[in-house]
């Protein structure tokens, strides 16, 4: 399998777009700390805003997703070891992915093209098109209608959370550095609210799912 170390891929500036905060973690920990190692990690976009992962009181979402938004900020903090570059929101809705012809969706793909602009960002690390889940799913197309509308080459990289790429794609498998597995156990443990049932009731990581890799696999499309 090649090496995120090898050409093309080591000169890279990296941009990882997330639907939920912890899947930064779970599919791409390993990318981060080693691009930030780098000098070459862009930021982490995080697609929703975690407000449908447990049950709330009549307007009691602002702070559900306040909390969430503390834990993403101290997680990429453990995988980086650096608060520079705090992630940044682009405020979806959990499991309300916008159609794909419609303005939000649009204007979403906009914003993500300006900070790609803005940020110098040669290729965005997405979950996978074949990923189970609508939010994980659209957030790859968003990242693949960026794609379509640069002015310059830009690398789409699936990573998988829940799921499997099909193997009916074509694509390069390319596997980043190992990093220390304690380090990113910590990173998770940030999320506490997708963790623990303190939160009441709603979501909660299985225990299957936080016995991470020590590295990732990216998966990159051969056409591209």
């Known amino acids: 399998m090649a090496s995120l170390s090898d050409k093309p891929w080591r000169r890279l500036r990296w941009l990882v777009l997330a639907p939920h905060a912890d899947d930064e973690t779970l599919g791409a920990g390993a990318?981060?700390?080693q691009m930030s190692a780098a000098g070459q990690f862009a930021g982490l976009v995080y697609l929703t805003d975690g407000s449908g992962s447990h049950e709330t009181l009549?307007?009691?979402a602002g702070r559900l997703?306040?909390?969430?938004?503390?834990?993403a900020a101290t997680a990429l903090f453990r995988l980086t070891g650096s608060r520079r570059n705090p992630p940044m929101h682009l405020n979806w809705k959990d499991a309300a992915p916008a159609a794909r012809e419609g303005f939000d969706f649009a204007r979403t793909v906009a914003r993500v093209a300006a900070m790609c602009r803005r940020?110098?960002?040669d290729a965005i690390a997405v979950t996978s098109l074949d990923e189970p889940h609508c939010?994980?799913?659209v957030a790859a197309q968003i990242a693949y209608a960026v794609k379509g509308?640069?002015?310059r080459r830009l690398t789409i990289a699936e990573y998988c959370v829940w799921g499997e790429v099909s193997a009916t794609r074509r694509y390069h498998a390319v596997r980043t550095r190992s990093m220390p597995i304690g380090r990113r156990r910590q990173a998770l443990r940030s999320h506490r609210s997708q963790l623990t049932p303190f939160y009441g009731p709603g979501f909660q990581l299985p225990k299957d799912k936080q016995r991470m890799s020590a590295s990732d696999?990216?998966?990159i499309e051969r056409s591209s």
């Open 31 to 33: 990318l981060i700390a």
């Open 58 to 60: 009549i307007n009691g």
């Open 65 to 71: 997703i306040a909390t969430r938004r503390r834990e």
């Open 119 to 121: 940020l110098q960002v």
């Open 135 to 137: 939010d994980l799913v």
């Open 149 to 151: 509308q640069a002015k």
């Open 217 to 219: 696999v990216l998966f």
